[in-house]
């Protein structure tokens, strides 16, 4: 009661829009590790997606961030200020809840204006705001409407406006396109960024969908068994990813056994040798022991009949991908790889070549 | 201070109130009647074992009990499936009443049976008269009695339960079952049967703890016959404390044993019913057939119905006038308006009305902080407090009445005590505990029902903890906390199990009073009071129903 007043004040002096940073986060649940030992830190503008499978702890970090949980280690500051312990209704955050937590008794205005009560704002303006924020995410004229006659797309405009509109010093999303079905999503996503980059506040989402962190962060922190595999732009993590775990993760290429001959390597399937060029992660040494490559389907080709130095397989399945087909091709030494292809004249069952093309190839040490 | 501690801290500071209260007026009583089963060493526990006349009661409670448990099963579950799985003409009328015992308060049930049943109720006397017999052809009295007026009366949650699982059950399992080649026989015996096992079970576990509580129908057809809810009035009345005290143990103890049995029964159950479900009823296709199934529709529902409209002729019928003949043979507005205009007639209506509303009150506001802290916080008090709100639902209505009997009858603040017996708070104190598992269970579903991150959520645009029950937790709550009180206010203002222990010539209740002029065979009277009670009853669920829709 007493803090709504002050968290006024300070959203609109509207100073202090500054770094959120994670320091050293650790949540235990009894003998379980949710969160272990986890940094990042997310600027003014700046979207950040935290990736993971479920149970990967992206929650419960997520959660420390917005204040509903404390961390047993660690610290959460905002703008150089420790807010660790502060309570989500002191920190002035706007947060998006994966079922987006719409009031079902209010009409949509009365979920928009909440926080604006909540901080004393008089009716008129809380009016005036809520209207303009709906109007912000593209719901003129919704206000009276009740909850329950939105869209899936639109209750979550509407948790967005509500989020927003309290001028929030930091945005937190959990899920937030999870519960849209995938024509919608993919629409969401473009509106998503242009809405978040906007606010010029930090942003930080939560998603097990890597195509939605792709398209939205800036920046991703990838979470594995609470802890942090890797943390770069979605084009880090892609074309030079950490850790074998990180490539598995990201990006859906075949992981192949590789000899890390230091600019390059060398990959042997079936007895054909092929030399690779090779993109080396960050701070790898300069051998590998045990290296891998990752094959992206659209870092090899196919062609039927056998071509010279080409690896022979066999197509195990044939998808059709809009504009391309992809094949799944079965090499020997038991390596099966996907193979995207113009040609569609390739069937099941089909004895196949596959080479490799210019490259660069993601090297990883397993 | 941490978020974490402080939500426990929190937590602790509104449980700890209602978990004193609930201690103080569910545990403290029911330990105090324990102990003073005790008080003589064993002495009252052998007297108990000696007595030839406890020995009665115990047997005779358990036998009503299971007795009305088959009874009620034998006529709620045929008429779930007929009315769940068929169609035929008078399908609607017969569904419309199925649930009309409910609305009867168990005293009224009771004397509706006495006014159609009895030595010289109607029916008696029609078949009396038309086998020429020069006595009546059956005796409304003793064990059959007692379960014939139960089974009316229960068979509804049998009814109720079955037909909600009836409802839920997938038309699928059964075309599955039949797709695999099982017979009609097989697959109800198969599927049918075990799925619908729980909300047997379920029902039969309601209707056993409600008739083994039973005080009403034992206390005015049980003649010579001993149940243990009465026989401990008798002891109470005798001022045989310390044997009231055993006899309210042991009651206790065999609901709770009840309720053991039928978890342990049920223990293998690991499923649920969870489907659309939805199936369309069959037309019954043999024309005899429909026609039997009619017949036995419209004798169902004249049965059913029949009982409420005796009680209200009889309300009309001119005091002392009924005697002899087959129906009351003047009739008067005189007993309502005697009602309306003599001061001691009136003064038992207001009771009623102002101790339900009372407790009603307490219920809503003491469930509703129980109910929340159940369902959204965790703390080493959450088991504790679900425990205390369950508990009075275990328990009998005698059991508590005389726990609180012995405990409130004198001020002694260091133990506790305050003198609240033979005062106006007692009885509404009693309601409240029986009605607090009620209230809490509707409370507790409507608050599952909620998403649990709206709270989060309104924490989140930074709204107090005030603001955040007063905006969103109240208002999702809201159904349950209607739903609740409704049920509590009727379940209180037609009160008598508890009543007859605890009332006093001055809180006298409208149950009371019906016993009353029932005794001084002022029927016309009793019968005014019990139509002015469904009336009650009929009056809040209508203005339930309409504050609901109002808001919704």
Known sequence: MTAAPKARSEGESGGERGI???????????DFTAVDNVSFQVGPGELLALVGASGSGKTTTLRIAAGYDVPDAGRVTLGGDDITRVPPERRGFGMVFQHYALFPHM????????GLAARGVNKVDRLIKARAALSNVGLDGAGDRPIQSLSGGEQQRVALARALVIEPKALLLDEPLSNLDPTLREAMRDDLRRMLRR??????FVTHDQED????????????RGRVLQCGTPEELFHSPASREVASFIGRGAIVPAVDKGNSAEVTIGGVKRELAIRRPKEAPARMEKAFVVMRPNSLEMSKGAGVLAWRGKVVNRRFAGGVVVYRVELSDGVTVDVESLTADAHENDNVSVSPLKGPYPLVSA | MSVRTSQTRQSWVIAFPVIALLVWAVIYPNAAVIAGSFEDGLGHWREFWASPADHEALTTSIVISVASVFASLAIGVPLAFLLGRFEFPGRRVLRAVATLPAALPPLVGVIAFLFLYGESGVVTRVVQRALGMSHAPWQLRGVGAIVFVH?????VYVFLFVSAGLERFDASLDEAASGLGASTWDRLRRVTIPLLMPAVAGSALLVFMNALGSFSAPYVFGGGLRVLSTQILNSKTNGAMGLAYVETTVLALSAVAGLALFRWLDRKRKYTLASKGGRARRQISSRRVQMLTTIAAVIIVVALVLPHLMVI???FARDGSWTTQVLPPEYTFENYRRLFSEAELWRPITNSVSMALIATAANLVVCFMAAYLIVFRKFAGRRLLELLVALPWAIPATAIALGLAATFNRNDPLTGRVLLVGTFWILPLAYFIRDTPLVASAVESSLRQMDASLEDAARGLGASWLMTMRRVIIPAARPGLVAGGLLAAVAAIGEFVASVVLYTHANRP????????????????AAAYSVLLILLVLLMTLAARSFEERLA
């Open chain 1, 20 to 30: 959120l940073a994670l320091n050293g986060i650790t949540r235990r649940f009894g």
């Open chain 1, 107 to 114: 009409s949509v205005e009365d979920n928009v204006a909440f």
């Open chain 1, 199 to 204: 606010v010029g506040v930090p942003a930080l």
């Open chain 1, 213 to 224: 962190a792709f398209a939205i962060a800036d920046r991703i922190v990838l979470l594995k």
């Open chain 2, 151 to 155: 089974a009316y009366t229960m068979y």
């Open chain 2, 313 to 315: 002729l009889v309300s």
């Open chain 2, 510 to 525: 409208i149950s009371m009073e019906i016993l009353a002029q029932l005794r001084a065979l002022a029927f016309g009277t």
